[in-house]
Nanobody, 120 residues
Framework: QVQLVQSGGGLVQSGGSLRLSCAAS????????MGWYRQAPGKQRELVAS???????NYADSVKGRFTISRDNAENTVYLDMNSLTPEDTAVYYC??????????????WGQGTQVTVSS
């Protein structure tokens, strides 16, 4: 059984910063790509940023230069540092990880979601 537990998020003023964390636990053999998605009200879930096992990163155009994704492989944790936040960043943020456990093939796992609200 694998769990992704998120922390961070909350309410911040426009121009502020937040950090999201997501820790994976369970009988994990290997973690491949980790990422962050977000879903705003009335919109589809979209990829915000991802990071591969080789630390290669990918960002949505809307967050390039403002958000930074990183991972700590020893702690099975992925982070999202968000700077220069705008009201358009308001959404529920979900972490995602592609994981192979000791007993199963690779599969995608999701965190519980964290609300980020940016006030103008």
């Amino acid at each position: 059984q694998v769990q992704l537990v998120q922390s961070g998020g909350g309410l911040v003023q426009s121009g502020g910063s937040l950090r999201l964390s997501c820790a994976a636990s369970g009988v994990i053999f290997n973690i491949y790509t980790m990422g962050w998605y977000r879903q705003a009200p009335g919109k589809q879930r979209e990829l915000v940023a991802s990071i591969g096992s080789g630390d290669d990163t990918n960002y949505a155009d809307s967050v390039k230069g403002r958000f930074t994704i990183s991972r700590d492989n020893a702690e099975n944790t992925v982070y999202l540092d968000m700077n220069s936040l705008t009201p358009e960043d308001t959404a529920v943020y979900y972490c995602n990880a592609n994981i192979r456990t000791v007993l199963t093939r690779r599969g995608d796992y999701w965190g519980q979601g964290t609300q980020v609200t940016v006030s103008s």
